[in-house]
């Protein structure tokens, strides 16, 4: 297989390279790991810079018609007992011309728009289901299943992220942080009229609540150092007790 560029990688960042190469008359392969969709909310809340550039790809009213339009972030700052100390707001509005507002989206279905955009030009093609193994002379090589075979090109591009095969072939080390917190990221149904986000702080802890189309709500918590072991311990509690009911 022969292309002017080879893309390891189809996630947000690289699907819009993908598309924007392609619309530019670019021969382009893309190369996904994934065979089905990827549990992960990151990357769903889309700020003005994004809208814009989804604009120039022509993909700018699919992206609004399948997400939530968010004008006002909120955010309170609480006190050790729960009050309110502070309250101050992000508005999108006073942003001047057509990028105003963030959107919620889901990250698999930005990921779908993208990609259906792509598939519109002959000169893109998606090897689903496909890795990237590493590279040889001026050829990714690549693994379908038990299959390999490699694809020549002339530029490599590689968006797989933390573990990145291409920054490991160009010999680029990474210092990785490692943090003492973690996440629990949570999604519920949401009120008709909770259609913008709310922050919730304390000197400690965080809640982040960002409202979803289709009636959701994504919350994502910040859990303080040494409360996660806790935290799993009493969630075993609560499934137990609730089985029992």
Do not use: W
Not at 37 to 44: F, I, M, Q, R, S
Not at 65 to 79: A, C, F, T, Y
Not at 155 to 160: I, K, P
Not at 204 to 225: A, E, H, M, T
């Amino acid at each position: 297989m022969k292309t002017d560029v080879f893309i390891g990688g189809g996630g947000i960042g690289g699907l819009t390279l993908a598309l924007k190469l392609a619309q530019r008359g670019i021969q382009v392969i893309l190369a996904e790991r994934m065979a089905v969709k990827a549990p992960t909310y990151k990357g769903e809340l889309l700020q003005p810079k994004s809208m814009q550039i989804f604009d120039e790809l022509g993909i700018y009213e699919q992206v609004c018609n399948r997400s939530n339009e968010i004008k006002v972030l909120d955010m309170l700052e609480l006190s050790s007992s729960l009050q309110v100390k502070d309250q101050s707001f992000m508005d999108y509005n006073v942003l001047p011309g057509k990028y105003n507002a963030a959107y919620m989206m889901h990250h698999e279905e930005l990921k779908s728009v993208i990609l259906k955009a792509a598939c519109e030009y002959d000169n893109f093609q998606y090897l689903k289901g496909t890795a990237c193994k590493g590279y040889g002379d001026k050829t990714a090589v690549l693994q379908k299943g038990t299959e390999k075979f490699e694809v020549e090109a002339q530029f490599f591009f590689g968006a797989e992220g933390r573990s990145s095969v291409t920054r490991k072939a160009m010999e680029i080390e990474v210092k990785q942080t490692t943090y003492n917190h973690h996440f629990l990221t949570v999604t519920f149904p949401r009120a008709n009229d909770f259609t913008d986000g709310k922050i919730i702080s304390t000197y400690n802890r965080f809640l982040g609540l960002f409202p979803l189309p289709d009636d959701q709500v994504r919350s994502v918590y910040l859990i303080p150092p040494g409360d996660y072991k806790q935290l799993k311990e009493n969630q075993s509690v609560i499934f137990i007790n609730s089985t029992q009911i």
